[in-house]
């Protein structure tokens, strides 16, 4: 196992810096303590006192990599429960199980996370102590549910919910939305996160629904911006929603599969920045959602998939998921043409459904595929990811100044997505400046 001191300087490596530009070959990063000190080339470099020297020859130094939307739920399910499962086991139990769904993160390269979560408020606390290895946790808490909305078990009762919900509180009206936020910053809360519209999670929950006004969103919002930093992420798949979530003046935009052009010029003016989440969005008909499977035979499902008897004849079949992805597909495709901001986000909810660590790195390969270049998708999860978690002023690049958040890569992580995402090819992971990972194992 490699030992690094409190002053070193990695040599002979080549730098992708996180602007979304080709490497930098034959360089060496100074790090001293916590943070990067200087950076240059191999030429400009001149030995100095009591400093430990690493040579990397054919290594490849990035930033570390970011999640800007998990779920560090701690719980276990599967499609057809979904949380139902998870909210019935004890919350020690689930708190537990997130510090090794955290160091999972860590492992494949992901240095920082935006999590939407109880358990984060606290997470971030103990890995920021420094005993035990994990991520950097931007935390927004539970997210902001309208009752009856995306982030409400409408299975159990009010009380069970507000109690056992991992991810949400239940808010009706500016007035509960304003108290609801005050309350999870008073526990300690990076950010707020609010649900603007249904998420299709639940037979009455279609996310073509729109689930708080533009007087209850614009609430949220001042009562986050009023605490200085404290930026507002919203979960959007409608366009009504998005329009809302716009002139709110939110700063993130989860999921987003249903931007116009109007939104989208709208969102580059404001500098908002969009989550897509595509691993999840793009396989949810095909992997996760028996109703859009083609195949007869399933076994009878233990819940129905309408609610309203209205809609008893219009169950998402083969076509609906067909379409549903085109739609994903076409409002990344217009995002991206038109210059908003792209950040990762794998939407990460529990296992088995979605492994930690290995679906944030799916969803590199997803903007990939889905039309970003290599250098472009790196730039998504590191400089971009690191101004959705408003930490852009001390993590996503690699340069004097910043926190020595760095992976050590043994190939060319600019050329194949594939790179990233084989976890074989991470040989160091550094968090603050400080050994996390090395060759898969927890350095502490």
Same mark, same amino acid.
């Given at each position: 196992?490699?030992?690094?001191?409190?002053?070193?300087?990695?040599?002979?490596?080549?730098? =992708?810096?996180?602007?979304?530009?080709?490497?930098?070959?034959?360089?060496?990063?100074?790090?001293?303590?916590?943070?990067?000190?200087?950076?240059?080339?191999?030429?400009?470099?001149?030995?100095?006192?009591?400093?430990?020297?690493?040579?990397?020859?054919?290594?490849?130094?990035?930033?570390?990599?970011?999640?800007?939307? =998990?779920?560090?739920?701690?719980? &276990?399910?599967?499609?057809?429960?979904?949380?139902?499962?998870?909210?019935?086991?004890?919350?020690?139990?689930?708190?537990?199980?997130?510090?090794?769904?955290?160091?999972?993160?860590?492992?494949?390269?992901?240095?920082?996370?935006?999590?939407?979560?109880?358990?984060?408020?606290?997470?971030?606390?103990?890995?920021?102590?420094?005993?035990?290895?994990? @991520?950097?946790? #931007?935390?927004?808490?539970?997210?902001?549910? &309208?009752?009856?909305?995306?982030?409400?078990?409408?299975?159990?009762?009010?009380?069970?919910?507000?109690?056992?919900?991992?991810?949400?509180?239940?808010?009706?009206?500016?007035?509960?939305?304003?108290?609801?936020?005050? &309350?999870?910053?008073?526990?300690?809360?990076?950010?707020?996160?609010?649900?603007?519209?249904?998420?299709?999670?639940?037979?009455?929950?279609?996310?073509?629904?729109?689930?708080?006004?533009?007087?209850?969103?614009?609430?949220?919002?001042?009562?986050?911006?009023?605490?200085?930093?404290?930026?507002?992420?919203?979960?959007?798949?409608?366009? $009504?929603?998005?329009?809302?979530?716009?002139?709110?003046?939110?700063?993130? #935009?989860?999921?987003?599969?249903?931007?116009?052009?109007?939104?989208?010029?709208?969102?580059?003016?404001?500098?908002?920045?969009?989550?897509?989440?595509?691993?999840?969005?793009?396989?949810?008909?095909?992997?996760?959602?028996?109703?859009? $499977?083609?195949?007869?035979? &399933?076994?009878?499902?233990?819940?129905?998939?309408?609610?309203?008897?209205?809609?008893?004849?219009?169950?998402?079949?083969?076509?609906?998921?067909?379409?549903? #992805?085109?739609?994903?597909?076409?409002?990344?495709?217009?995002?991206? $043409?038109?210059?908003?901001?792209?950040?990762?986000?794998?939407?990460?909810?529990?296992?088995?459904?979605?492994?930690?660590?290995?679906?944030?790195?799916?969803?590199?390969?997803?903007?990939?595929?889905?039309?970003?270049?290599?250098?472009?998708?790196?730039?998504?999860?590191?400089?971009?990811?690191?101004?959705?978690?408003?930490?852009?002023?001390?993590?996503?690049?690699?340069?004097?100044?910043?926190?020595?958040?760095?992976?050590?890569?043994?190939?060319? @992580?600019?050329?194949?997505?594939?790179?990233?995402?084989?976890?074989?090819?991470?040989?160091?992971?550094?968090?603050?400046?400080?050994?996390?990972?090395?060759?898969?194992?927890?350095?502490?």
């Amino acid at each position: 196992m490699t030992t690094l001191s409190n002053h070193y300087v990695l040599l002979n490596v080549s730098i =992708v810096d996180g602007y979304g530009g080709w490497p930098a070959y034959d360089m060496f990063v100074h790090v001293l303590n916590h943070q990067i000190v200087k950076v240059g080339t191999m030429k400009q470099y001149k030995k100095e006192k009591d400093v430990q020297e690493l040579s990397l020859d054919g290594h490849y130094i990035m930033p570390g990599l970011i999640d800007a939307h =998990v779920h560090l739920a701690g719980g &276990r399910a599967d499609y057809e429960w979904q949380e139902l499962e998870v909210f019935m086991e004890p919350k020690l139990l689930r708190g537990m199980r997130s510090v090794y769904e955290s160091q999972k993160l860590l492992k494949r390269g992901f240095t920082s996370v935006r999590d939407i979560s109880w358990n984060g408020l606290y997470l971030k606390r103990i890995f920021s102590d420094g005993i035990l290895p994990g @991520p950097r946790i #931007i935390a927004c808490g539970p997210g902001l549910s &309208r009752t009856g909305g995306h982030g409400d078990a409408y299975q159990y009762t009010e009380n069970f919910n507000q109690q056992e919900l991992f991810w949400s509180v239940l808010a009706d009206g500016p007035e509960e939305i304003r108290k609801a936020v005050r &309350r999870i910053l008073r526990e300690g809360a990076d950010q707020i996160k609010i649900w603007a519209s249904g998420g299709d999670n639940w037979p009455h929950d279609r996310n073509s629904d729109t689930h708080y006004s533009l007087e209850e969103v614009k609430m949220c919002v001042q009562e986050a911006h009023m605490i200085q930093g404290t930026l507002c992420c919203a979960h959007v798949e409608n366009t $009504e929603s998005l329009r809302i979530c716009i002139d709110a003046g939110v700063d993130t #935009i989860e999921h987003g599969e249903c931007l116009d052009e109007e939104c989208a010029e709208a969102m580059v003016r404001k500098n908002m920045i969009l989550v897509p989440t595509l691993a999840i969005l793009l396989s949810w008909f095909t992997e996760f959602c028996p109703a859009a $499977e083609a195949s007869s035979d &399933r076994p009878k499902k233990i819940r129905p998939d309408a609610f309203f008897h209205r809609e008893f004849d219009s169950k998402p079949d083969v076509d609906y998921g067909k379409g549903f #992805i085109k739609k994903v597909q076409d409002s990344f495709t217009l995002a991206r $043409e038109k210059g908003v901001k792209i950040a990762l986000g794998s939407d990460t909810i529990y296992e088995p459904l979605t492994e930690y660590g290995e679906y944030s790195a799916l969803e590199f390969k997803y903007l990939v595929s889905s039309g970003l270049t290599v250098p472009e998708a790196i730039k998504a999860a590191t400089l971009t990811s690191s101004e959705a978690l408003g930490m852009s002023h001390r993590i996503g690049t690699v340069e004097a100044g910043k926190n020595a958040d760095l992976l050590v890569v043994k190939m060319d @992580p600019t050329r194949d997505a594939d790179v990233l995402y084989n976890a074989e090819n991470l040989r160091m992971v550094i968090l603050n400046g400080r050994l996390a990972v090395e060759d898969g194992r927890l350095a502490y």
